[in-house]
């Protein structure tokens, strides 16, 4: 399986900018998926095809994907971005997923 | 408004069986590829199998090939997974969600765009 590695915690001060990062072999050859989940709520895609926004994400959200690392950028951090958030990529029929990463707002 | 939603979780013994539905609405069903990941108690994601628009193609994770079944009833709108086997490490949260696949600059991608609440198994004696 393809193995995508994220760190286990991130903090960031409101107003500051988070970076995310997601590192697997070559994963700049492929398209890496972003997913943020509230405490006890379902997953939502906040970044897809490394870059782009769903409708009715905000703008603070960003993405890049290069070389061996993907990463998210939140400008302009708000409280309400607390959450886990993990990346994903598609491999040989099967879909990896990160270990996830807790973004604490402090 | 797009909307998914799970059935069919329970509490079953190791060795047991259960059968989860998803219902879906508020979108052209049989113009997608579905999805089941499942999120182990204060765990992460793990993608658990994808199916595609007339069930011809389906992907499992090796943990639990043999031992699941994906399945989809377009007429219905309605996705299943046939758990059998059932291992007190498939104890978790399944969520079934929307998949959105196909090529881009010579690259291939898949996702999940839209996820439903969610429906809980617990394997326990």
């Known amino acids: 399986s393809y193995e995508l590695t994220q760190p286990p915690s991130v903090s960031v001060s409101p107003g500051q900018t988070a970076s995310i990062t997601c590192s697997g072999d070559k994963l700049g050859e492929k398209f890496t998926f972003w997913y943020q989940q509230k405490a006890g709520q379902s997953p939502v895609l906040v970044i897809y095809q490394d870059a782009k926004r769903p409708s009715g994400i905000p703008a603070r959200f960003s993405g890049s994907n290069s070389g061996n690392t993907a990463t998210l950028t939140i400008s302009g951090t708000q409280a309400m971005d607390e959450a886990d958030y993990f990346c994903q990529a598609w491999d040989r029929s099967t879909v990896s997923f990160g270990g996830g990463t807790k973004l604490t707002v402090l | 408004e797009v909307l998914l939603v799970e059935s069919g979780g329970g509490l079953v013994q190791p060795g047991g069986s259960l059968r989860l539905s998803c219902e879906a609405s508020?979108?052209?069903?049989?113009?997608?590829?579905m999805t089941w990941v499942r999120q182990a108690p204060g765990k992460g994601l793990e993608w658990v199998a994808s199916?595609?628009?007339?069930?011809?193609?389906?992907h499992l994770v090796d943990s639990v090939k043999g031992r699941f079944t994906l399945s989809r009833d377009n007429a219905k709108k309605q996705l299943y997974l046939q758990l059998n086997s059932l291992r007190v490490e498939d104890t978790a949260l399944y969520y079934c969600a929307r998949s959105d696949q196909g090529w881009r600059a010579g690259n291939y991608y898949y996702f999940m765009d839209v996820w439903g609440k969610g429906t809980t198994v617990t394997v326990s004696s």
């Open positions: 508020g979108f052209t069903f049989n113009t997608y590829w």
């Open positions: 199916i595609d628009q007339d069930g011809s193609q389906r």
